[in-house]
DNA sequence: CATTACTCTGACGTTAACGTTAAACTTTCT
DNA sequence: AGAAAGTTTAACGTTAACGTCAGAGTAATG
């Protein structure tokens, strides 16, 4: 049997077809447990573009993409999954009125002015608060970090006088 | 019955006597609560420094201050209680070694030097590895923060205009 | 087409970090 | 001294974020 070129790495064959990208392979990818798809799932957090006839969770990149950003959030910000849907529910919403907005410039009624303005409002506050509380904590953090360092470097010369 | 200086809003008498904190004033100092006080010292992180002769937790002002260091860990550098108390454990005994270096510079035995000498290493490796994670964190966090600030600004900016 | 290899949906198990409650005991206040 | 307020240990309860397993069904593969 001659080794044809497909044989090398390709990816799973499930993944070349444009059929979409199966649970574990979106995990492993991710660097998460497939139960973790499904939990973020049930959560509202991530929904899989595609379902096979069988009722299989086929992801796309963009898929992959939504779920990296849910990770940052967890990881980077500390958020709890709870924050986290709140957060990107608000972005989703959010996006949309900026699409009605830009799509009827001027020509909507009063009443959905209103509204639009005060989700505008609401993104704007959480946005300032989250940037805030983030400002707050970068500083606590940098001056954590320089202490380590200090530290480390202080290790570093007590271990070079002792040579 | 004529109105003293103490009555004015002094701390309660359990405080102002040198007889130390009582565990229900520390938890509210610090703002977290009893229970926590007493499962941090079950998990060896704080140990209050006196007892009374009836068996009762009395914290001074160091012990708070430890406690703020161990909150500290927990919010902004979002370690668990384990990761703290790794960190808090190797941070004193590198402080011993320290202490014993310079109390008998030179003089101690190539074995004990080779002790200190490992601790050491021990410490700078972890707190370069520790202050390494931090930057990485930093500077994703502050990308996000940069984003969420634009965010803002640009719907306040929408908002401006519907006006 | 017959195996492998995955996946599905429950459903129960697990861990960290406490919360809560009970029964007995201390401290403080009057 | 005696009530009122606070504390102790021990033990069970709770929540978030999954892990794990069973039984049945679906997809990929030689």
Redesign the interface.
């Known amino acids: 049997m001659p080794v044809t070129d497909e044989t090398k790495k390709a990816a799973p064959a499930s993944e070349t077809a444009d059929a979409g990208i199966r649970i574990s392979d979106a995990a492993t990818r991710a660097g998460v447990s497939a139960r973790t798809l499904r939990y973020y799932e049930e959560l509202g957090l991530l929904t899989p573009s595609l379902y096979t006839a069988g009722g299989e969770r086929r992801y796309t990149l963009d898929d992959l993409a939504h779920l990296e950003r849910i990770l940052?959030l967890r990881e980077?910000?500390?958020m709890n999954l709870d924050e986290i849907r709140e957060f990107l529910t608000l972005e989703t919403r959010?996006d949309e009125v900026?699409a009605t907005?830009r799509a009827n410039k001027g020509d909507t009624t009063t009443k959905a002015?209103a509204v639009?303005?005060a989700m505008?409002?609401e993104?704007?506050d959480l946005?300032?608060s989250?940037?805030k509380q983030?400002?707050d904590?970068?500083t606590?953090?940098?001056a954590?970090?320089t202490k380590?360092?200090g530290?480390?470097k202080r290790?570093?010369e007590?271990?070079a006088e002792?040579e």
Request: proline content about 0%; some cysteine; hydrophobic content about 50%.
């Open positions: 940052e980077v910000l500390g959010l900026k907005y002015r639009q303005k505008l409002r993104a704007a946005n300032e989250l940037a983030l400002t904590k970068l606590r953090m940098e954590f970090q380590l360092a530290d480390a290790c570093r007590i271990l002792m």
